[in-house]
């Protein structure tokens, strides 16, 4: 293996794509995510360090993750000239990110406006052996003068996102060589406290404490001769009260102790196990390889390992993007990826969804409904967060309706769906025992309320809503939501009874505890098999949603060059007005749930909706799906279209919104493509299998997944070995 596929590189510097690059070379350790800013000031730099579950109020969204003091704050002054890249020449500028262990290094050679030149190299990582702590370094060598050097590195409470400041002041003291600066969130209340110390290669540098208030600043100054390199590092370290009691990892650090080589080699060596288990060797096509490990290494940074409380934003903790939000990104999308190569990731994240019942029951119940009904967008406690007015991006004095948070229910089977995934592959029966069953008990209450009885057809119905095709919004019978919610219903009737016969003693308890009777789940049975489920038996088609077939359909041909959505072209009005998607719905729907419908049926389904998806420019979720289903068609060329389309989603910001964080879903999809789609993995009860189809060009595809506890190798061949 050559280092090229695991290094994502910077060469030379472009300010048209400093907040692209930012996104792409965020770091974290599955508790926090900083952005790849600069150390030093850049006018217009989007700095941001997230720590899951630490949210804040916020007009519109209600709830945002808050953006932490910048612990990577560092200025250089260079006798007398402050270091930075608005000012003097760049002599040489690279910047790699090393996807093996998440080391960010900036090389740099800088000529000052007075004509001194010096080589500067940024490194740092966030420790994934202590989840507390970040460390980071500049090594600074004069190359053709002596003076005074001076590095300053503080921690700024005054820290916001966008405008928005979420922190108030508490506390800020100074220990020894250390500070540390205590700060809360304005309306949620949560404490932080960051420490900080900066050390240097010689002992006998000047060190300063600048007790400034609200940004506490160290300081090391020494006169440094021409060619003498200079060494200083910074460790910091981020508590945050109500997760301290539940990382074991996050052990309290004693930062004066703490070494730049002994923390980085403890660190890399947990990096190698973690890729161990979840590395995807692709031979055969270089570019590609990298970007499946970039999103490996995305979605391993994001997945909270030590608590259970907390969820992956649709942009990670990358970026302001959808505020921190979680989606049904995670339990479709990027869930897979964890069940498959870190269960524990995945129980964590699904328990998220078992602890946040409470807020899906209320939600239910405002709306008239019973059982639980999971928000669209949630952040902490699992109340909706979907913003209900947003300003247009293209005008903001406008404001645009968003529907999702009222109308998007089928988060509600996509997250049983995924717990059911997650037994499959584990067998993890404890897990279904106290909280599985729990989530798909409740949520299919809320369906037998939510359905709608249709006394001329005879029929449920389940009106007004949105499918995953957010193109069209407050549409009736969405075959996606219908198909997957008699699945629900089924599968919840199915663990009743299961639940039942294998565990009586927490059957009986919980039964009591929902007040679930035999006569009810009766009903769910009955209900399910009446859903109303669209399938034309001339042709073979599902209508997406009922008057789907009337409506407008476009040549996407006549749109050719265009570098935005059918929908941002059109406007929302026009575009739901045409068959355009968004991204993919029936098909996405036959991806989940392959058993329900025979290959001729999925491939006529897909002929018909392929041409009418805008996959370049509609959702980053879409490739992902449309390439797996193209693999399993046999469909090569448009499978492989697609899946680089997924890949290069951040990589290469083909759709230009890379700056607002990393596409979480799309990196997980594209994890599914290779192995469910190119790989052809098959999960059954007892046993799983392959059908392997590579894409023209790939020697070999290999990786290793957990089955029911054991660990499985892939390992196909381009002449179809295995
Ligand atoms: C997509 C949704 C997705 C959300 C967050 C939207 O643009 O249509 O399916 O959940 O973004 O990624």
Known sequence: MTDHNWMVVEE?????????????FTQGNGFLGTRGSFEEYYPG?????????????????????????????????????????VSGELLGYRRCLSLRDGLLVRELRWKSPQGKISSLVFSRFISRANERLCLQKV?????????????????????????????????????????????????????LEMSQILCCSDKNAAHSYWNTFNHPTQAIEKVLKE??????????????????????????????????????????????EDWQRSDIIIEGDDETQLAMRASIYHLLIAGPRHSERVNIGAKTLSGQGYRGHTFWDTEIFMLPFFTYTNPQIARNLLSYRYHNLPGALEKASKNGFEGAQYPWESAADGREVTPVWVPYHKDPSQM?????????????????????????????????????????????????????????????????????????????????????????LRTAVGIFAWLKTQHPAEFKSLAERL??????????????????????????????????????????????????????????EEAAQTQTLKQPDVLMLMYLHPELFDPEIQKINFDYYTPRTDLEYGSSLGPSIQAIMAARLGEMQNAYENFVRAAQADLKDVRGNARD??????????????????????????????DPKLPQGWKRLAFKFWYHGKEESIDIRAEGKR
């Open 515 to 572: 007040s679930l009777s035999d006569e009810q789940v009766a009903e769910w049975a009955d209900k399910a098999e009446k859903i109303f489920l669209a399938f034309d038996e001339k042709t073979g088609l599902i209508e997406q949603f009922d008057g789907y077939f009337n409506l407008k359909t476009l040549d996407m041909r006549d749109f050719a060059g265009r570098t935005d959505s059918i929908q941002s072209i059109l406007g929302v």
């Open 400 to 488: 645009v309706r968003i529907w999702c948070g009222d109308v998007e229910i089928h988060i509600s089977s996509d997250i049983a769906y995924a717990v059911l995934q997650y037994w499959k592959a584990t067998g993890d029966e404890r897990f279904m025992v106290d909280r599985g069953a729990e989530i798909v008990l409740q949520t299919a209450r809320f369906w037998a309320s939510r359905l709608e009885w249709n006394s001329q057809t005879q029929q449920y119905e389940i009106n007004n809503v949105i499918g995953p095709d957010e193109n069209h919004d407050r549409i009736d019978n969405n075959a996606y939501t219908n198909y997957m919610v008699r699945w629900h």
């Open 45 to 85: 730099k989007h700095n941001s360090t997230f720590a899951h579950g630490v949210f804040d109020d916020v007009p519109i969204f209600f709830k945002e993750l808050a953006n932490l003091p910048d612990w990577t704050e560092l200025f250089v002054d260079l006798d007398g000239e402050t270091f930075s890249l």
């Open 227 to 272: 060619h003498e390199k200079f060494t200083v590092w910074k460790a910091v370290e981020i508590k945050v009260a109500p997760f301290e009691q539940e990382s074991p990892a996050g052990k309290p650090i004693n930062l004066d102790e703490v070494q730049w080589d002994a923390q980085l080699a403890a660190h890399r060596k947990l990096w190698q």
């Open 661 to 690: 964080g990393i596409h979480g879903a799309s990196a997980g999809g594209l994890w599914q493509a290779a192995v469910f789609g190119f790989a052809g993995l098959k999960i059954g009860e007892q046993a799983w299998s392959i």
């Open 12 to 24: 030379g510097f472009d300010p048209e794509r400093v907040a692209h690059f930012e996104t792409v």
């Open 139 to 191: 090594e600074i060598t004069p190359e053709n003068y002596a003076g005074k050097l001076l590095v300053r590195a503080g921690l700024d409470g005054g820290a916001s996102n966008l405008d928005l400041k979420h922190w108030d002041w508490l506390n800020q003291r100074q220990q020894a060589k250390t500070f540390t600066l205590e700060l809360k969130t304005k309306g949620s209340g949560i404490k």
